[in-house]
């Protein structure tokens, strides 16, 4: 979605308006357009990465919980809630969050060094 607003932002005026509450997702969308535009109060939240997830199979086993999976590839059930914990797909997950982080690393310095340039660019007062 950030690329497609960029994308959008390149042909016209895109401007994000933000309230009482930008949450993580909602300033990230934001940081891809031309103008931000936000309350005095506006709480804005950060941009974080978590990556979990549960081992749900001994309580459906409790509660006679019955449900049939079917998946194709190697990695479609990694983060399913019945299955053991990640053991030998924990690099595989370390990694793809690595990727989150350094794609979210870019996306916010591209955004500083737009702010910066508007504000080196805007008349003194």
Do not use: C, H
């Amino acid at each position: 979605m950030w690329r497609e607003i960029r994308l959008l932002a390149a042909s016209i005026p895109v401007i994000a308006s933000m309230s009482d509450v930008a949450a993580s997702g909602g300033y990230y969308m934001a940081m891809a357009a031309g103008t931000i535009v936000a309350e005095n109060l506006t709480l804005t939240g950060s941009i974080g990465v978590v990556t979990g997830k549960f081992n749900l199979g001994k309580l459906y086993e409790k509660i006679g919980f019955n449900k049939e999976v079917i998946s194709r590839g190697k990695y479609a059930e990694l983060i399913a809630a019945e299955n053991r914990p990640f053991r030998d797909m924990k690099s595989t997950l370390a990694l793809s969050t690595n990727s989150i982080l350094q794609s979210l690393a870019w996306i916010t310095a591209q955004f500083t060094l737009q702010l910066a340039v508007q504000i080196l660019a805007a008349p003194a007062a």
